[in-house]
């Protein structure tokens, strides 16, 4: 890494990757951009899309809900979250979440940002017209990615009991 650059990215823009956990990553400024100071990607995900129980050892974490809602399991509570709402897992706490409403967009900043490898590893470049609704999931791959990159360390399955059906839109 050199320099960190300017980077200023309208709605919509930045380079597009499918999630192989699921959804619709859009990122906004990457680590190389910002001189591995931290990743931030806007990421568009379908009802009942959620993570394993996780840690990033190297990384905090920030979820912060542009539209639709979210159980955050944080520190051994779940907490349900809607636009406006933020959480923050420090490097090592063990965390997780769940979109409860029909799609959920957040925005995900990690500092510093050592865990894109993790993200790209895991994802395959979107289609133009990809909405991130539906999608190739392959945890295999995401698992592969994240011991190979140390970008995430799953710790167990999502400590959430099974989704209700996806709301009326």
């Known amino acids: ?30 680590a190389e951009e910002t001189n591995g100071a931290f990743l931030l990607f806007e990421d568009l995900m379908p009802h009942g899309k959620t993570t394993p129980l996780h840690t990033h050892a190297g990384e905090d974490e920030t979820l912060y809900v542009l539209a639709g809602e979210l159980l955050v399991h944080v520190d051994g509570i779940d907490h349900p979250l809607g636009p406006g709402g933020v959480a923050v897992a420090p490097r090592g706490v063990p965390h997780a979440f769940l979109v409860t409403s029909s799609t959920a967009r957040i925005l995900t900043l990690q500092t510093p940002g050592s865990a ?23 945890f295999d791959r995401v698992r592969a990615s994240a011991e190979r990159s140390g970008g995430m360390q799953v710790l167990g399955p999502p400590p959430f009991a099974a989704p209700a059906a996806a709301p009326a839109s």
């Open 1 to 30: 890494m050199s320099t960190a650059v300017s980077i200023v990215r309208a709605d919509g823009e930045g380079e597009r990757l499918r999630f192989l956990g699921g959804g619709l990553i859009t990122m906004k400024a990457t």
């Open 116 to 138: 894109e490898p993790f993200y790209r590893g895991a994802s395959e470049p979107a289609g133009e017209y990809d909405t991130g609704a539906e999608g190739p999931v392959d």
